[in-house]
């Protein structure tokens, strides 16, 4: 077992705080001019910020919508910085979804939420309306270009936040899963595990506060763009660099102009597209302290080509919607290469069988993480079954395996649903990858177990071509045969233009499986 203690102020010394409206409000008072956000053309300090979210909470209130659920579906922006703030402030509940989902992906998750309110841009005004009306929603409310600005708020008549504030004990959000499989579940997380998982974020990877400026490019919907947006920045008083919608350009002119000492890039695909730009090594990275990544697996070759352009590694994570983060590389101990660091502080994790979950594992011995925190959910909304089954006695089965090295990092080999068994044998589909992944010419890697009437399973591998590179299935899987055992070498190689991808750009795996059942 890992465990880092808890830390009351994590090191950092920081005041203990119940919500991240605390937060706010301590930002506001001890570095009211600091610059907040900075998105596009427009930014906004932190007595600005506190203005904004105190007057959009004080038309919350009017709903009624203390202890109820608000949906919010917007894309990153000043307005919906201000949205989840003003809803805890409020006393809501946050619930963000996918703006880029389509009514009928929409109108289950909005069922399951039963909110008060849907705050959302004016392009989805109408489709939110048809959805709010069959549901019985009374309020959809526009923010953004077209509806009310953040600059609105600004000009209106300051006023407080409302009194009583939220406790750590009340319920802040539902966090929907970004499962592939079924309808999402939503992960009840109280203010006090939100306070803990931004604590954790910022003893691992900030540094004295209003010091740094970050860049982020995940969508704010999502656990990691919650985290490194709305959540981090604010506590340690930082400056905000915020993407509206991810593009290599935009990151590359970003880190220089603004000079941004920290930046959230999150999956490998990220990392990727910003290092295949034509202005990728001519871009000037000086300012980077650090930069953090996770939420997809990173080949050993993409990290070591990333730090000698940029001269800044990239510090994995691990982390789920139900409980994040869990382990991070830190910026003030040993990176370690492979690795997604040492549990966070507070945070427990344990090895343990794959098949009953409950026999601890030795050291460097492959299984299921297991792991507990103050950063955890509650329970899935309304998913008394599920919630049983991922959260067995008091720990969180993660249904990622791997195992921890011999300094307590975590490894991860891959997702426990990956797992194919071919001819009685596990295979873990990630190993395969990697070795998909360092054959000459491959841009990206993935292989998927498929039914077989021989062996229980096969493997198929899907790989894309580096531009201008061709490759060859026959040559690929006699690579293969020279790396990996005989029972882990795919059956077939398909060459594809690209892998398809999750909302949340992690390749779609269930899609891929789809397509092999289909061949």
């Keep these: 077992m890992a465990n880092n203690d808890p830390l009351k102020d994590y090191g950092d010394g920081k005041p203990n705080i119940e919500t991240m409206v605390d937060a706010l409000d301590f930002a506001a008072d001890l570095s009211p001019d600091h610059t907040a956000i900075i998105c596009d053309d427009d930014q906004i300090n932190y007595r600005q910020y506190r203005h904004a979210v105190a007057v959009f909470a004080d038309k919350l209130l009017a709903l009624d919508c203390k202890g109820k659920r608000i949906v919010v579906l917007m894309g990153n922006s000043i307005e919906m910085s201000v949205a989840i703030y003003a809803i805890w402030a409020a006393g809501g509940v946050l619930v963000l979804l996918n703006p880029m989902y389509t009514a009928n992906e929409l109108g289950p998750l909005i069922a399951d939420a039963d909110p008060c309110a849907v705050i959302c841009t004016e392009p989805l005004q109408d489709m ?182 940029t001269g800044c590694s990239i510090h994995q994570g691990f982390g789920m919607s139900e409980a994040a983060p869990l382990s991070l590389n830190p910026r003030h101990d040993e990176n370690r290469l492979g690795t997604c660091g040492p549990p966070c502080p507070g945070t427990q994790i344990e090895v343990v069988d794959v098949e009953t979950g409950t026999k601890v594992l030795a050291q460097g011995e492959n299984g299921e993480f297991r792991v507990r925190g103050p950063q955890m959910m509650v329970e899935y909304w309304h998913r008394k079954e599920e919630t049983a089954e991922t959260m067995r006695g008091g720990w969180i089965h993660t249904g990622d395996i791997g195992h921890l090295d011999e300094k307590g990092y975590v490894v991860i ?104 059942s289909a061949s």
């Design 128 to 309: 939110v309306s048809t959805i709010a009306k069959t549901n019985g929603i009374d309020h959809v409310i526009p923010l953004g270009p077209g509806a009310t600005m953040h600059t609105d708020w600004l000009a209106a008549e300051a006023c407080a936040l409302p009194e009583p504030r939220p406790k750590s004990t009340d319920v802040a959000s539902l966090q929907y899963t970004g499962g592939t499989t079924g309808l999402p579940k939503g992960a009840r997380h109280l203010h006090g595990s939100i306070v803990n998982m931004t604590r954790q974020i910022a003893w691992s990877w900030s540094e004295e506060p209003a010091s740094n400026v970050w860049l982020d490019v995940a969508p704010q919907f999502h656990i990691w763009g919650l985290c490194m947006t709305a959540l981090v920045p604010t506590y340690g008083r930082d400056t905000l660099v915020l993407i509206k919608q991810f593009r290599p350009d935009a990151v590359l002119h970003a880190i220089p102009r603004h000079k941004v000492t920290l930046f959230a890039g999150g999956p490998a695909p990220i990392f990727q597209a910003i290092m295949g730009h034509p202005e990728y090594k001519s871009t000037d990275f000086s300012t980077l302290r650090l930069v953090g990544g996770g939420g997809s697996p990173f080949a050993e070759e993409t990290i070591k080509a990333w730090e000698a352009v």
């Design 413 to 516: 080999v891959d997702r426990k649903k990956e797992m194919a068994i071919v001819n009685g044998y596990n295979v873990f589909p990630r190993e395969v990858d990697d070795v998909l992944f360092a054959y000459p010419g491959v841009q990206e890697a993935a292989a998927v177990g498929t039914p077989s009437d021989k062996t229980g399973e096969i493997l198929h591998a899907y790989v894309v071509a580096r531009e201008g590179e061709a490759l060859n299935e026959v040559d690929i899987i006699a690579n293969c045969e020279q790396n990996l055992a005989a029972y882990k070498v795919p059956a077939k190689v398909f060459v594809i233009d690209a892998l398809p991808r999750t909302p949340a750009a992690k390749i779609d795996k269930n899609e891929l499986r789809r397509r092999s």
